[in-house]
């Protein structure tokens, strides 16, 4: 052993050794992320694996979502502490009576956008008009149809499953997608990026934020503690895992594959490039969780007109700073 | 030595390297016509091969094709009951061993105004047959959607299928339609899964020389077959170019997903190894088919053969180069021995033996030369020294005969140191080969003062004999106190007398009185001598009008007379100082001559011959001197005369 390595061990020990000191007073929570472990959640496994929660004083397990096991109801029935939301999904809840905290707005952009091929004649948004536009579930039909109000399109709503074949084959003009991932899914069919027509709703002033972290009020205030080293941790290990996107990609690799989840490595990197460019918003280029209320009226409101939501529920109500800002 | 590694070497550069170019040349020709030749087999077989695989998995799924397609044209054309549909999609699942499960998907409401979602479902499950109602909202699945919205039959993307014991199907479904008041709308879908586990065995059996392969991608790119399993449903052609970051892969994912069929190279995605691909597509749902000829494996056979070539050439080379040497030793030791006995030669050394050479090529022949060349030189010598000895003789002898003329001569000046009246100077400067000029003086009695020049025509001994008896003839015949032309006469006859070798002399006779200063002279044919007088004229003699003597016996000669005065005197001279010739070929003559007189006319004997000698010299200066030069002057001074010599 070198004397630079145990130079190294030293001060490792020295690092850690409060930690193991506060072993047995880790706190076990339960978090949920809203779909299945990939790269679009990189950093909450890499913060679990690579013993950031622990720091923390935190002891989490991560639960896998996806369709089967929608972490709205594992937050509703309690099985989770903590599970990531759409911030509309968090707002209808609100809206339903659910008492929900979000504590983080993790992705303050949204990545949600509409995809057409230029050799169907799509090339701004009112090329859509007449044509067959494939949409998700209500959630995700906000967006495009403020979008279709916008530039006043009148369109024919096809529903899209998961896949994107529809589109592919042309059996619809326009697809939704997310931009981390159907639309590379599209992009690994063949396609180039020039023979494609792009309408990313952030950018089309329908900037709706996406996942973010909640937890139940009571949660929050049994041990509003806890739920700020949640969210410490959570940025850390977003942070951590831009930082070494290889090693990041390994751990969500080794996840989908215990989970049997077909997957791409390249795929992944691409999520992770895109949440990258998702998440890193703020100035100077890091981390900016705070949900600012334009952003959530924005949301809210639309809702709202969309009859998705009775009532607008107050903002004070719905958010809780948990950066270290908001703590003080 | 060095000499003969210049020309093996020389040899051996210019023959290997124009063999070398040959070689190459050719080499490389045969090594592009085999590559294309190959090329064009491996492009013909893999087309083969491919439209052959191809056709065996279209011809399955054309049969897969029509169950579904006949079902929905029954459920079309005929009304039906509940009982028909469950019936039909039975018949069609138990029939066909290749169709896994059926269904007839209607949809929301078109079965029954009370049912939503309708789907009676046949499937095979562990070889027994199973009947289920799809309990999800298939809408908006691709196998209902795509047919729906396409308003035509399509496959579905390959999947697997968890019930089925995760074996890959692919799903082909067909739109029905049925007319309610008038209108033709949409009824349902027809759908039959078929297992793929035949399609991977098919291609998977694919074996091109060691690790040539198959594979089959769907209309996204995804891998449905591939010997590497970890691609297969997982990776599409597009997401390895990506990880690859392989554009050029990207762009032949992009035409075999677009249906169309090519050659091409591209990686073994299992090997790494370079590869010759056809691609075509499935005519029935646009999957593409790639097979792969290793090129390495492919180009074993050339490229061993190349390597046999390469080291047949080494040693043809190595041979190639030991025979140029040998040969240019052969020629060259030959050669050396030549040299080394040529230079022996050189020395002077004729006696050293000549190599024997036993070729008949040009070595032979010049050995043969050099022993003929050493002969005649040994010969050449040796009568050179004969030549030369008898040359040193004659030599001699031409010497010792010119010694013999000059002393003839008369040499001591003044001649008679006791006789006042008159001085008399003398001068020859023979040429190099014993010459026929003459001169003499002598008293024929105590007055009279004979003296004589001449010329004897040719040159060398006989005109040195010839001049000999000239100048005693004269000398007897004027002793005999005859007349000047009575003197001539007399020699004349003597000399034409038996004069079989046409010799003659050109004479000038002159007595003296050495007190009245009265000369008689007789001329025959020689240049006639000058009288400079002492108030310095310059006057040639009257010539007498006779020819050389010795040409004709009865020629007859005549004198004149001319009296000189106090400080006269008499220039004679021979055409050696008239002819003397400059450089240019132009003689001195006797106007040049009367010039360099003119100035010297009043000068001492001495002073004029040498001064007349000196100019004559500076005039043939650089030309050698082609005859005898002889001069002779008289001063006559009377009684009271001195000399001044």
Redesign the interface.
Known sequence: MSVRRLLLAALMAVLISPISGEAEELKNVVFIPQWVPQAQFAGYYFAQEKGIYRKHGLDVTILSGGPQSPSLDLLKEGKADFATLWLSTGVQARAQGLKFLNIAQVVRRSALMLVAKKSRGILTPWDMNGK?VGLWGEIFQIQPKAFFKRYDLDVKI????F?V??F?????DVASAMWYNEYHTI????F?PEELTTFLFHEHGLNFPEEGIYVSEDRFNQDPEMCRAFVRASVEGWVAAFASPEEALDIVMRNLKREYI??????QRWMLQRMADLILTGEPKGIETKLLARDYYRVATNLHSGGLIETIPEFASFYKDCTDDGAK | MARNRGIAVRLATWILAGVAVIFTVVFAYSYVISRNIILRNVETNAENLASSTVNRIDSVMKAVEKVPKNLAIFLEDFPYQYGDILRQIRAVVEKNPEIYGATIAFEPYAYSMNIRNFAPYFYKNRGELSFTYIPYEYFSWDWYQIPKELNAPAWSEPYFDEGAGQTMMATFSVPFYRATSGEKRLAGIVTADISLDWLQEMIGSIRIAQTGYGFLISKNGTFVTHPKSSLVMNETLFTVAEERGDGAMREVGRCMVRGESGFVLFPSLHTGKQCWMWYSPLPSNQWSLGVLFPKDELMADIHSLNQTIVWLSLAGFVLLLIMIFWISGSITRPLRALSRAARQMATGDLEIPIPDVKTRDEVGTLAGSFNSMKNSLKQYISDLKETTAAKERIESELKIAHDIQMSILPKIFPPFPDRTEFDVLAFMKPAKEVGGDLYDFFFMDEENFCFVIGDVSGKGVPASLFMAVTKTLVKTKATQGLFAENVMDRVNQDLSLDNESMMFVTLFFGILNTVTGEVVYSNAGHNPPFLLSAAGTITPLQPTGGIALGVAEECVYRSRKITMQKGDALFLYTDGVTEAMDEREELFSEGRLMQDLAPLSGKSLKEIISGIMGNVERFSEGVPQADDITMMVIRYFGDKGTNSI
């Open positions: 067959k096809v529903p899209q499953s896949s074949n529809l592919l084959r042309d059996g619809v992009l690994s069919a063949g180039d077909p997957a791409t490595r390249v795929h």
